[in-house]
């Protein structure tokens, strides 16, 4: 095919090292400094950039392991400031949106993009992509271009590990040597969708690298694994296979869980929690424009507690679909009766909504209606957080202006410098 001919491609783009990234875009006074970004309760490593990479740290790093190694080497950590990187994350992605015919937000990072143009206008573009997320919104990131969504992905590992690519590979563009070349000694395990299991499978049959896996027999593939790795084979030899998956706007069901800081022991304390945790679910309902007729809540110690495993749930039907807060948080109550307090220290607790449909989209009679539900009391304690801030209003033992002990410990949280007034990034001009 002529260089110059119009073609449709699939450009895959992601963040590098979002998080860390993140966290260098509103603090400039880290500069080079390697970082480290904290789970929920400063608990291990979830996000690294490269200079912390080369120190030895490693994902999954239980924190209190390297705590001292950190301090030594004048590592920046911070807890996981989530507000911050959705936030940044959906900037990317509009931006992204702009360029696309096509295009799928695929998780907080990475998105698939088609577009249709020549392999000189790809190239073009995938430079002009990154150069543009670099000046508008000022974080890093790798293009991959190819004629299929795991080609793609492929070329932005590529882009990644070549340092002479400068974050931008189109896979037409590199040369066949060097194509077969990377083919030949990447495992087969490195490809999007192979996983472990299915790669020892794939040893067995002799299949060991990309170049072996490209050049396998469908049938055969077809055989003895399933139509996904078939289609990973076509996707391979430059087969579109897997089209792009548009956003879905209502999803089956929501959880909003979180471990605690110190132990749960009082009912009190688990009904504040319950209480605080289900008007959370109540504003994400809200927000996607959902009504939930299931909700479930949990509570559980540790797995390695002394005396065993602890944990109660309970599963209250709604009488009818709603995102009301007070109801959502009567129903969560319920778990209160089968819990044991006291002696029992929980650790998380949870609440789930599920059965989701549209709000609105199923009209009751009035007799059937929920009061609270007609006068959009959800609604109305989401618009004014989201006015006044998140411990703005709360309802019952939700209603709080001040965090709880029992809250995500986040003892080096960055600012939320996109989102809220008070935590907007100062200059200082010397």
Not at 20 to 47: A, F, M, Q
Not at 147 to 168: D, F, H, M, Q, Y
Request: proline content about 5%; some cysteine; glycine content about 8%.
């Amino acid at each position: 095919m002529c260089a110059d001919t119009p073609r449709t491609f699939i450009f895959h783009v992601d963040i590098n090292s979002c998080y860390t990234s993140c966290e260098k875009l509103l603090d400039p006074s880290i500069g080079n400094r390697p970082v480290l970004v904290l789970s929920n309760n400063d608990g291990c490593i979830i996000s690294l950039d490269a200079a912390a990479k080369a120190l030895g740290f490693t994902m999954g790093q239980p924190w209190f392991t390297v705590q001292e190694k950190a301090k030594e080497l004048g590592v920046v950590v911070r807890s996981s400031n989530y507000e911050l990187y959705g936030d940044i994350s959906h900037r990317v992605m509009l931006l992204l949106e702009s360029y696309a015919q096509e295009f799928e937000q695929y998780s907080i990072d990475e998105a698939f993009l088609t577009i249709t143009a020549s392999l000189p206008q790809a190239q073009t573009l995938a430079r002009r992509i990154k150069d543009d997320l670099a000046r508008r919104v000022g974080v890093p990131v790798c293009v991959g271009v190819g004629e299929s969504k795991t080609l793609a992905k492929l070329a932005n590992r590529t882009a990644k590990k070549i340092p002479a690519l400068r974050g931008v590979c189109v896979w037409d563009a590199l040369p066949p040597q060097r194509v077969d070349a990377l083919l030949s000694t990447l495992p087969a395990e490195e490809i999007w969708g192979v996983g472990s299991r299915v790669a020892q499978k794939l040893a067995g049959m002799g299949i060991l690298s990309v170049q072996d896996l490209k050049e396998a027999p469908l049938g055969l593939v077809r055989k003895r694994f399933s139509v996904v790795i078939m289609r990973t084979v076509l996707e391979l030899r430059g087969v579109r296979a897997i089209e792009l998956e548009p956003e879905r706007v209502f999803k089956d069901q929501m959880m909003y869980s979180r471990s605690f800081s110190d132990p749960v022991t009082s009912e009190d304390t688990m009904r504040q929690v319950l209480s605080i945790y289900a008007q959370r679910a109540s504003g994400r309902l809200v927000k996607s424009g959902q009504v939930a007729g299931l909700v479930s809540a949990f509570c559980s110690t540790s797995r390695y507690a002394t005396g065993g495993f602890v944990r109660a749930d309970v599963q209250v039907k709604l009488p009818a679909p709603t995102a009301d807060p007070i109801i959502l948080t009567q129903a969560c109550a319920q778990l209160l009766e089968r819990a044991t307090f006291g002696m029992v220290r929980y650790a998380k607790a949870g609440v789930v909504v599920s059965d989701l449909t549209p709000a609105g989209a199923t009209a009751l009679l009035d007799p059937f209606a929920l009061s609270h539900e007609t006068r959009d009391i959800a609604g109305l304690v989401q618009s004014i957080k989201e006015k006044c801030g998140p411990r703005s209003l709360g309802v019952g033992y939700g209603g709080l202006a001040q965090s709880p002990t029992w809250e995500m410990k986040r003892e080096m949280l960055s600012r939320r410098g996109t989102t809220h007034w008070a935590e907007l990034p100062v200059a200082v001009i010397k």
